[in-house]
C-alpha cells in the first residue's frame, strides 16, 4: 500500500496534524511517505494508492499560494481510482472555517476518489484524536477496497 501525506503548513499546526495521522497509519503497520509541498514530486501522483492533502487556509478561505501546483496537477492528472482525503487546520474565527479543505474536497470529488475529508480548530488536541483516527481508517478501507477489486 503505497501512501502520501503532502501538506503545508506555516506556523507549525498543520505539521503537528499531518505527524499525528502519519503516527496513526503507522499504529495500522502502514508507513506513509511525507512531502512538504514543495518537495512532492508531481509525478508520484501516478503511482500511489494514496495521498493525503494536508493544508491550512490563508486569506479569505484560500487555499496557500505554495499548495496550487498540486491543486492544479490534480485538475489536469485526475485520477478516479487514486484514493484521496484532505485535512486541514483553520480558525473558525474566520468566516470560511478552513475553507481550502472545501476547495480541495470539491476539486477531488470529482477527480478522485476521495475517500474522507478532516477540519481541526487550529491545533490538534486529545479531544481531535477519534476523528483522527476515524479519518485514517477511512482512507484505509477504502485502499483495501479498491485493492480487493482489482482481485475479483
Ligand atoms: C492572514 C491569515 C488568514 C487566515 N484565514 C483563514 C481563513 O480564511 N479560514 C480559516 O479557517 N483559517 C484562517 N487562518 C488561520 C490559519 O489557517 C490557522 O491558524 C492554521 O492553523 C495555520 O496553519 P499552520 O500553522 O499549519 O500554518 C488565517 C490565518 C492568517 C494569519
Redesign the pocket.
Known sequence: MTIAIVY????????DLVHLLQGLFSEKQIAVSMYPVEEFPISELGRLDAIVVGT???????IPDEMLPLYRAFEHYGRKDLVTGVAG????G??????AVDEFRNMLFVQSNLAATLKIE??PQGKDLDRCRKFVDLIVERVCKKMFSKLT
Not at 503545508?8 to 505539521?15: H, L
Not at 491550512?56 to 484560500?62: I, L
Not at 474566520?94 to 475553507?99: D, L, Q, T, V
Open positions: 503545508a503548513s506555516n506556523t507549525g499546526n498543520t505539521e491550512y487556509t490563508w486569506g479569505n478561505g484560500n487546520t483553520g480558525d473558525s474566520y468566516p470560511s472555517f478552513c475553507g487550529v491545533r
